[in-house]
């Protein structure tokens, strides 16, 4: 069974500029989450879809942020324009059920603001 | 808003047996506690997760006080494959009934030769 997979693995972009994250979840994972750690500090929860519904967006640091899934399968996470302090990795995470069940990560995506 | 505490480091031997504990005060009664594994690169992995008393499974042992305020995650002797980073992720009230996931901040373990 394949895994949680995120596209791509690494990005660099220059201030301003637009950038979309994809994350393709386990199948059948109604729940998907999406992360974020910036350099030094913790991962910080962003949002979680329960199929193509936001359940929990409170982690979404501004209005920069549009996150969707269509369909309730993948999700994308687009940032536009991006900042220098959005640098950082973006974990993608599903489960099968919400709150404390086990998630499985994806590899993460690298983001490089310059 | 309440958040895990856990130790920043911790350094160990291969062969011996590792505790990592983790306080959580705000904890929901009905959300179960969770620790995860990471390597550099790498996504957080699941290790270990229960709701109260002791867990085992192949890798690891969950230890939970009756109050569930805090948790320990047990690595019994680690080889050097077990250098990490050990998250603990446990689930918070937030208004209107829904649990917010939180991760600690993370203990970073060195196993030395």
């Known amino acids: 069974e394949a895994g949680v997979t995120q596209f791509p693995s690494h990005s660099v972009i220059e201030k301003g500029q637009t950038v979309t994250l994809r994350c393709d979840p386990i199948?059948?994972?109604?729940?998907l989450y999406w992360y974020r750690r910036v350099m030094g500090k913790e991962i910080k929860f962003l949002l979680h879809?329960?199929?193509?519904?936001?359940?929990?967006e409170s982690g979404m640091p501004n209005n920069r942020f549009l996150a969707e899934r269509t369909g309730g399968t993948y999700s994308t996470l687009k940032v536009q324009p991006a900042e220098l302090e959005d640098s950082g990795v973006y974990f993608c995470?599903?489960?099968?059920?919400?709150?404390?069940?086990?998630?499985?990560f994806g590899p993460g995506t690298r983001l490089t603001v310059t | 808003l309440a958040k895990t505490t856990q130790p920043i480091s911790m350094d160990s031997y291969e062969g011996q047996e590792v505790n990592i504990t983790c306080s959580h005060n705000?904890?929901?009664?009905?959300?179960?506690i969770t620790w995860y594994q990471q390597f550099p690169s790498q996504g957080p992995r699941f290790i270990i997760q229960g709701y109260k008393t002791k867990v085992t499974n192949e890798v690891a042992s969950l230890f939970i006080p009756a109050d569930r305020k805090s948790s320990t995650l047990s690595l019994p002797r680690v080889s050097l494959s077990d250098t990490a980073v050990y998250y603990c992720l446990v689930g918070f009230p937030v208004s209107g009934g829904y649990n917010k996931l939180i991760f600690g901040a993370g203990t970073r373990l060195a196993v030395h030769p």
């Open positions: 879809f329960v199929k193509e519904s936001k359940q929990d």
């Open positions: 199948s059948g994972h109604d729940n």
């Open positions: 995470a599903s489960s099968l059920r919400p709150g404390g069940d086990e998630q499985y």
């Open positions: 705000n904890i929901a009664t009905n959300d179960y």
